[in-house]
Every structure is written in structure tokens, then in C-alpha cells.
């Protein structure tokens, strides 16, 4: 739930009633919206025109799926949750795991949810039917021809990318060209190893990405949706498998092999049956969940054999990459809270952190797998990144966000780069730094770049760089 403050005024809407139909017009049907509103079709029909709405799209189920996330951030300020599960028809587990999952969502909304009161159709009184005219007017004036939304599909994009390249070139061989290490443009969360019709690699698009020189692609894992772990006991764990092992093999046929971010050990709800049966393993609070505490022996053990039944099963699997320090609440000192912890409040967060790579580390070797580990060093606080690096496994590589830290001037204003940059060319000094103490121990480095318009800023359709 996190923190409930006021909602956000849209006031330049006559309404809070007028800024929901604007703001789901394109996306949700007129059937929907009545719904959630306790209102005729006809009612929103009539009130979205007269503020100089057409018609709007018509969505498919996988439209409407990939706008899930747009439709949640126009909403999250007008609507509670219980209304807002009803525009998107979901259950409220499938809302939990969204905004737990899907890239640290609850995060990107401000980690609260506004509280917003229950939004019911209410008749327009005269002073919104004249500000509703005015901006019927100002729609006519900036888009007279009347294409609001825009002339091509949503997301087509998704399409044209994954139809095959007119032109292709061969791939160098994966295993032993430099690595060029890249992302979906249009992958959905969820359960894509489950669910086929999120498949984020259509042979097209990996045709495609071949022919451009990328060698490796990612997708997130969750170790309990891939392996049994002991404290989640996961369904449909071989048919995941299968779904991956076929990933692979179509993969390997374009010279690319896959990778898995691994964020691992995920916190279990604090009221877990787990943490009574094992109390030893129950590590920091924070918000409803406790962390599994890596300085518990069991939960090491359990990670490494985790790791290593999956490279048994997926032999071709290329690779994981790791982030030990992020939004999830892994260890207990991801979020630097480690002196809450009755065993970690003794060791540095360096030796913890080193500790939780090197647990993945020993779960490959064991299973004389041929992956490659990456340890991202996103997170870790500048006092003690270089022990972390000093203390993790020799075979590990190790990955910064190259531009970081860069010292940048824009219109006269000095600042460095937070973390990505599209305008500045890295590597800026944390890289560097880092880098050094990683190649002093004859370790590879490798440089993490974001080349298009990030996550945080996914509403931007281009940015002029």
C-alpha cells in the first residue's frame, strides 16, 4: 500500500469524471469505463464528445495487455484500487505481482498509492459543459484533421519488428565474439516462459537483432518459477524449462544466446508459514516483507543448488547477470540495513554482497556449466563497491553503467550524470574505477548502456539526440 496521500488535482478537466473518460478513451472500451463509472455507454459516448473526442480505437486483448502499465499511471491518481482492478479486470494478485514485479513498478509510482475516493457518473453541470467546450475547441484547432491518437496501430511496432530483416548478415560465433548484450523493445513481464503469447523473442525480431551484431539477449528470471527452492514451491517449474530450453535452441540458430537477470533471494511476506517453521532465515522488514537472510547458510545452499539444477537443465542457457543492490529487498543489505539484522549487523555489506555473487558463482561450477556470471554493480555505495569487487569469484564478470558519474555541463548548469546518459559518452569515473580494480584481478568488465528511452521515461515516444 505504501503511503496515501492526497491525489494529484487534474484541474484543468472540468472533472475528475471528465479527466478518466479522457484519459482511457483510446484504451478501455465504452463498455468498461460505464462499468467502473455506474454509468450508460451512451453517458461516456456523450461526454468524451463533447470535449471533441472521435471514435476511439479499437484494441485487441494484446493491445490491451502492452497498455496495462499506461493505463494504471493515467488512473493512479483518480481512482482506488478496487476500481481500478475493475478497468483492467484483474484480481488483486495480479495487480500485487505487477506492481512488485514488473521492473520495481510500485517504485516507479512513488512507492504510495494516492487515496483517491470511489469516482461515480454524476450528470455535468453547466460549468463543465463549458469547459468542456473549450476543450472540444482547443482539439479542433491544434488536430483538425482529427487524428488525435495518431495514425499507425498501437504498437505496431511490436509487428514490423518481429518480421524478419529484408537484408542479414552472419553472426559471429556467440561464445567467443565481444559481448553484445541487449533487451527487447517490446517484452511484457509476466510469465512469457509460461505464457507463449508473451514470447519477447519471435525469430523475426531475433533475426533481426543478429543481423545488427547483437550476440546475447535477457529476460528476467525468477529462481523459484525455475528451480525448486525451499521456501516457494512453485507449479509448472519444467514446462518453464521446456519454454527456455526452446528459447535457447532458436537462439543459438541466430548465433545469440540467453541470458537471465537473476534478483535473488526475493523477501518473503512478513506473516510467511516459512519464517515460523524457520526463524533463522527471516532477515530486515521492510513494508509487509522480510528479507531471507543470505547469512543463513540454508538460504546460500539453497541459492547455489538453485542455480545449479537450472544450468543442468538448460545446458545451452548462455549466462546470468545479477543486481544485488536494487529495489527489491533481497539481502538484508541490498537497502543497506544489514545492522537490523542480528547476523549480518556483523559483517560488512562488501562481504554480504561479494557473498550473494559468489553463491551463483558456485551453483554454475557445480553444475560444470559452461554460463557466464555478470555482476552488476548498480547500487553499491562508493565506501565499499572495491572490497565487493576485491572479494568476488575470479571467473566473475563484472558490468557498471558506463556513463555514471560523469561530469556533464548543459545551458550552463554543471551536474554529473546520474546514472544514464543518451547526450554524454562514458565511461565516467565510477566506471573507470571500477573497472581498474576489477581488471587488476584479471576479471572481464563489461559496460551497461541504456540506448534508448528508459524505463522511467517510457511515456516519451523519441527523444531529439
Request: with cysteine; glycine share 8%.
Amino acid at each position: 500500500m505504501g503511503a496515501a496521500p492526497t491525489p494529484l488535482n487534474a484541474a484543468w478537466f472540468p472533472g475528475r469524471m471528465h479527466a478518466f473518460i479522457w484519459r482511457n478513451w483510446a484504451l478501455v472500451t465504452i463498455d468498461r469505463m460505464a462499468a467502473v463509472l455506474g454509468a450508460k455507454p451512451d453517458d461516456i459516448v456523450r461526454v468524451g464528445r463533447s470535449m471533441g473526442l472521435g471514435p476511439g480505437r479499437r484494441l485487441s486483448d494484446d493491445q490491451r495487455r502492452r497498455a496495462s502499465l499506461t493505463i494504471i499511471r493515467r488512473n493512479w491518481h483518480l481512482l482506488p484500487y478496487e476500481q481500478l482492478l475493475s478497468l483492467l479486470g484483474w484480481s488483486v494478485e495480479e495487480m500485487a505481482y505487477t506492481l512488485r514485479e514488473d521492473d520495481f513498478f510500485f517504485h516507479k509510482l512513488g512507492l504510495l498509492k494516492p487515496k483517491a475516493a470511489p469516482l461515480r457518473w454524476a450528470e455535468p453541470d453547466a460549468a463543465q459543459r463549458t469547459r468542456a467546450v473549450e476543450i472540444a475547441r482547443a482539439v479542433r484547432d491544434h488536430f483538425p484533421g482529427g487524428a488525435l491518437e495518431g495514425r499507425d496501430p498501437l504498437f505496431s511496432f511490436v509487428e514490423a519488428l518481429s518480421r524478419p530483416p529484408t537484408t542479414s548478415r552472419p553472426s559471429p560465433d556467440a561464445g567467443t565474439a565481444p559481448l553484445r548484450l541487449g533487451y527487447s523493445y517490446f517484452a511484457l513481464y509476466g510469465d512469457p516462459l509460461l505464457d507463449p503469447t508473451l514470447d519477447p523473442y519471435p525469430d523475426g525480431y531475433l533475426a533481426r537483432l543478429a543481423a545488427v551484431g547483437v550476440n546475447a539477449v535477457w529476460l528476467q528470471g525468477v529462481l523459484s518459477r525455475l528451480s525448486p527452492l525451499p521456501w516457494a514451491k512453485e507449479a509448472n517449474i519444467e514446462r518453464r524449462r521446456a519454454t527456455l530450453r526452446d528459447l535457447a535452441a532458436r537462439a543459438a540458430r541466430h548465433g545469440i544466446k540467453i541470458f537471465l537477470y537473476l534478483n535473488e533471494p526475493r523477501s518473503l511476506p512478513a506473516k510467511s508459514a516459512m519464517f515460523e517453521m524457520h526463524p533463522e532465515w527471516r532477515g530486515v522488514a521492510e513494508m509487509e516483507f522480510n528479507a531471507l537472510c543470505t547469512s543463513a547458510s540454508e538460504v546460500r545452499a539453497a541459492l547455489s543448488e538453485g542455480v545449479a539444477d537450472l544450468c543442468r537443465a538448460v545446458p545451452d542457457l548462455g549466462g546470468f547477470f545479477t543486481i544485488t543492490a536494487s529495489e527489491n529487498l533481497t539481502s538484508c543489505w541490498s537497502h543497506g540495513r544489514g545492522n537490523e539484522c542480528r547476523r549480518c549487523k556483523t559483517r560488512p555489506p562488501a562481504e554480504v554482497i561479494a557473498e550473494v555473487n559468489a553463491t551463483f558463482h558456485e551453483g554454475i561450477r557445480a553444475a560444470s556449466g559452461k554460463q557466464r556470471l555478470l555482476a552488476w554493480d548498480w547500487g553499491w555505495a562508493d565506501d565499499w563497491a572495491i572490497e565487493v569487487i576485491e572479494r568476488l569469484p575470479a571467473g566473475v564478470s563484472l558490468m557498471s553503467v558506463s556513463e555514471w558519474g560523469l561530469p556533464i555541463e548543459r545551458g550552463g548548469v554543471k551536474t554529473t550524470v546520474g546514472e544514464y546518459c543518451l547526450s554524454a559518452i562514458g565511461p565516467g569515473p565510477r566506471a573507470a574505477r571500477h573497472w581498474e580494480a576489477a581488471k587488476k584481478r584479471g576479471m572481464p568488465v563489461v559496460a551497461k548502456l541504456q540506448l534508448g528511452v528508459s524505463w522511467e521515461f517510457a511515456a516519451a515516444p523519441s527523444l531529439p539526440v
